[in-house]
């Protein structure tokens, strides 16, 4: 079946390091897919999406390419804040009917000043 | 401003107590979901619905069940919680023309099972 693997956490950085968090996806199709963010004590939010292969997405300073041929949705950040430290989620969307959107396990970032 | 309301952001119940999660969504979405967080876990699904009076079942459904009475309404259900239902429940709500990966999610419920 559809599933999304995430590289496992937590990453601890100093602040204005480089950060990548690797996301690999299993799926039939041409799904969508995207980046979400849990800051402490909230809900998700949408951090960036790419529909198709080849897009990159982008927000925050954050990005991440659509890579078919490695099935693959890294995301990527030049240069991280303290700010940045939340719960970094991956998923996709496969678009079918009566499916809904599936998520990898999420990665922890931890960045010190 | 977009907004995804659960209607206890904590709660604690005890063994066997029938539990229910409010959600409400101001932005007439059509599609509704319940997920459970799990630290090691990630999200997974609950049930979710895509229209009124409409539900599917998700990933792990046992001991759960949902109302969709009106549009911007989901409710969860706990027939009888177990200590094993301790966990942070999150609502989330989506159109269904166009974004429907675009999930928007409401704070967290989290709920202790005693």
């Known amino acids: 079946g559809d599933s999304v693997t995430q590289m496992e956490g937590p990453v601890t950085l100093s602040e204005e390091a480089f950060l990548t968090i690797n996301c690999t996806y299993t799926?039939?199709?041409?799904?969508?897919l995207f980046w979400y963010v849990q800051y402490p004590g909230e809900g998700l939010q949408l951090l960036l999406k790419?529909?198709?292969?080849?897009d990159k997405g982008s927000n925050k300073g954050f990005e991440a390419t659509y890579r078919k041929e490695t099935t693959s949705f890294h995301l990527e950040k030049g240069s991280v804040q303290v700010s940045d430290s939340a719960v970094y989620f991956c998923?996709?969307?496969?678009?079918?009917?009566?499916?809904?959107?599936?998520f990898g396990k999420g990665t922890t970032l931890s960045v010190s000043s | 401003d977009v907004k995804v309301t659960q209607s206890s952001r904590y709660l604690v119940k005890r063994t066997g107590e029938k539990v229910f999660l409010e959600c409400v969504q101001d932005?007439?979405?059509?599609?509704m979901f319940w997920y459970r967080q799990d630290p090691g876990l990630g999200l997974r699904l609950i049930y979710f619905?895509?229209?009124?009076?409409?539900?599917e079942k998700g990933d792990i459904p046992e001991g759960y069940s949902v109302s969709r009475e009106k549009k911007e309404r989901f409710s969860l259900i706990l027939e009888s919680a177990s200590t094993n239902q301790t966990s942070m429940y999150l609502c989330?709500?989506?159109?269904?023309?166009?974004?429907?990966?675009?999930?928007?999610f409401g704070e967290g419920s989290r709920l202790t099972v005693l």
């Open positions: 989330a709500s989506t159109r269904t023309s166009g974004g429907r990966g675009e999930l928007f």
């Open positions: 799926a039939t199709g041409y799904p969508s």
């Open positions: 790419a529909t198709k292969a080849d």
């Open positions: 998923a996709l969307f496969t678009g079918q009917a009566g499916t809904a959107l599936i």
């Open positions: 932005m007439d979405h059509e599609n």
């Open positions: 619905s895509y229209d009124v009076k409409m539900k």
